[in-house]
């Protein structure tokens, strides 16, 4: 196998098991969440207000060496003089190396753990500048080891294959949400009343599980909370934390679930004229954001549900219109193509869309679906093949194409699917958002498209500003055309010696081996680019824009994938090891077969 920075850690030591008496209460009764529909994507009326919210910023060490903290967080611990086995833990940073392998995303996640102890302890990190009444949701991802022996990649129950007879520590996980905002008053005291918890989670073993919470803002400030709690005092008490979120999902005005008023259909202003049959329209400036802020987020396409004319376009071949049958959300949606007529078919629809130069975030996000008469071909469809097809492709200002969003593909989706595309790299940069579908005489092919949406989001604090200033990207050069302008090369690769495997046997290896790009040269986009083995097993990337200097890491395992600001990580959900122990060679591929790079590796030792 090529183990890209696998890792392990095996220390040895005695068994012992330390069992205490009942549960200690948690202190704070669950509280149920208010009532509503199950949030998404769609509902966000916010970007993720938490400052380091991914741990990548920076780590303080506080009083000793036992407390190293995550930058905007802060340390908390409750003692329990009645639980002789409850000791104040230990923080530390989390780092993605030897022997570490429990960080999600990025290089660096939070640890908070002790030995031989309980504890009751997590991080809080206190928020301001929150609309009163809104309705908020604080989410984090989470991973125990827990055990009695000192094999890293288990903990076990009891009779576990390498640690018979043994058991984890009955290690509880949950998050929570204070919407008066107060913060602990001193460290080892009971925490505040009144904090909304998520369910207590006892299943993080080994694995990375989401916790989720959610609560209604009674204070323009809030305070969030991570909290570990193992009942039994085994070796090894440890809890991983990475990847935190909190934003505004409903304003306080909104009711639950939102309504929308009755209308009919609204017809689309007159198409632009243009050449057949790619049209180059004529550009339409964007409609300016109402009420941008100075920080926080706003939405970049006002009319994205169609529930109004707004400031979309259509092409010269028709076939496009509003529609009140099939709404994805509120009560109008966007059909494009149906039969082809004889001169064949293009149905297109556009907005335009400027990313302002300072912001930290922007995203691309919709509902489609698409359909098809006859068999449908989901992989992307080369130039020169036939042009029935559906997609969805961000453009220059002036209509030149930069990405898609949807390749070109003829699709049945059977229900509607949701879209999300970063499109940070694109700062100061106006876009157009093309819907598109084309056909030969005689066939027949649709796209329905509804919550078009570009969030856009500026940092919350002066110094994240200053440092995204200076991040400001040229016009993407996509890559797609032989792999032109790209420049990557392969980060941290090393090799094991051959029929050997440094983790215990009940270690999954997939879990830890991955191999990491960077891109040295200009923008590039590797939506529909493979990766593949000499075996020829091979992962297609989804879509991923590499800014100059950006990492991808494709993991061989399975687990959640993650497309943050610098670095973005990708699961090949495999059940065996892709690289070879005895040499192999690593190949990334355009999405035309184009051989863009190599890394050739033996083991010669």
């Not at 509503?36 to 380091?52: D, E, I, K, Q």
């Not at 509607?416 to 694109?426: G, I, N």
């Amino acid at each position: 196998m090529l183990n890209v920075m696998r890792r392990v850690a095996l220390v040895g030591g005695a068994l012992l098991l330390l069992a205490v008496g009942a549960w200690p209460a948690w202190g704070d009764t669950p509280t149920p969440a208010p009532d509503g529909p199950t949030p998404g994507a769609a509902m966000s009326l916010g970007g993720n207000l938490l400052v380091n919210p991914n741990f990548e910023d920076g780590f303080s060490q506080r009083e000793d060496g036992a407390v190293n903290v995550a930058l905007g967080w802060k340390p908390w611990y409750v003692m329990d003089a009645r639980n002789e086995y409850a000791r104040r833990p230990e923080w530390s940073r989390e780092f993605l190396g030897l022997p570490s392998i429990r960080v999600l995303h990025g290089d660096f996640g939070q640890k908070v753990f002790n030995s031989w102890a309980v504890h009751d302890a997590g991080i809080y990190q206190t928020v301001t500048d929150v609309p009163i009444g809104a309705t908020l949701e604080f989410s984090v991802w989470v991973q125990v080891w827990s055990s009695e022996c000192d094999n890293i990649c288990i903990s076990p129950a009891d009779g576990a294959q390498g640690c018979r007879g043994l058991t984890n520590g009955d290690y509880a996980v949950m998050i929570g949400i204070d919407p008066q905002g107060r913060a602990p008053t001193a460290r080892g005291v009971a925490l505040p009343d009144g904090i909304v918890w998520s369910e207590a989670r006892t299943d993080a073993y080994d694995r990375w599980v989401q916790l989720t919470v959610r609560a209604i803002a009674q204070s323009d400030t809030v305070t969030v909370y991570t909290r570990s709690k193992p009942r039994i005092a085994v070796k090894h008490n440890d809890s991983y934390w990475d990847t935190a979120d909190l934003r505004v999902i409903g304003s306080p005005t909104d009711a639950w679930p939102p309504t929308v008023a009755p209308r009919p259909a609204v017809p689309l202003p007159p198409p632009t004229v243009g050449p057949a049959p790619g049209p180059t329209p004529t550009v339409v400036p964007p409609t300016p954001a109402p009420d941008t802020p100075a920080k926080g987020c706003w939405e970049g396409i006002p009319d994205g549900g169609f529930e109004s004319a707004g400031d979309w376009r259509v092409g010269p071949g028709g076939m496009v219109e509003v529609s009140t049958v099939r709404a994805k959300e509120g009560q109008s949606a966007l059909r494009l193509g149906g039969p082809a007529p004889a001169t064949g078919m293009l149905a297109e629809a556009w907005h335009d869309v400027t990313i302002p130069a300072d912001v930290n975030r922007a995203t691309l996000r919709f509902w489609v679906r698409r359909s098809a008469d006859g068999p449908d071909s989901p992989a992307p469809i080369a130039a020169g093949q036939p042009l029935s097809r559906q997609s969805v492709a961000v453009e220059m200002g002036d209509g030149s194409p930069i990405a898609y969003a949807l390749r070109p593909a003829r699709v049945n989706d059977g229900d509607w699917q949701r879209v999300e595309m970063d499109l940070t790299s694109y700062r100061g940069q106006t876009l157009r958002v093309r819907f598109q579908v084309t056909g030969t005489p005689g066939d027949t092919l649709r796209m329905e498209v509804d919550g078009v949406s570009v969030e856009m989001c500026r940092p919350n604090n002066a110094r994240d500003r200053a440092k995204q200033a200076a991040t400001i990207l040229p016009r993407v050069n996509d890559g797609q055309q032989g792999g032109r302008g790209v420049r990557l090369g392969w980060l941290r690769a090393s090799q094991t010696q051959p029929g050997t495997n440094p983790f215990p046997d009940e270690c999954n290896a997939t879990a830890f081996e991955f191999v990491e790009l960077e891109n040295f040269g200009p923008p590039v986009n590797l939506d529909g680019w493979t990766l593949s083995d000499a075996a020829g097993n091979s992962y297609t990337l989804p879509y991923v824009t590499l800014a100059p200097g950006y990492r991808v890491r494709v993991w061989t395992g399975a687990g959640p994938d993650f497309v943050g600001p610098t670095i973005a990580d990708f699961h090949a959900g495999l059940d065996s090891e892709m690289w070879s122990d005895h040499g192999d060679t690593v190949t990334l591929r355009d999405p035309y077969g184009n051989v863009v790079t190599q890394y050739r590796y033996a083991w010669d030792r």
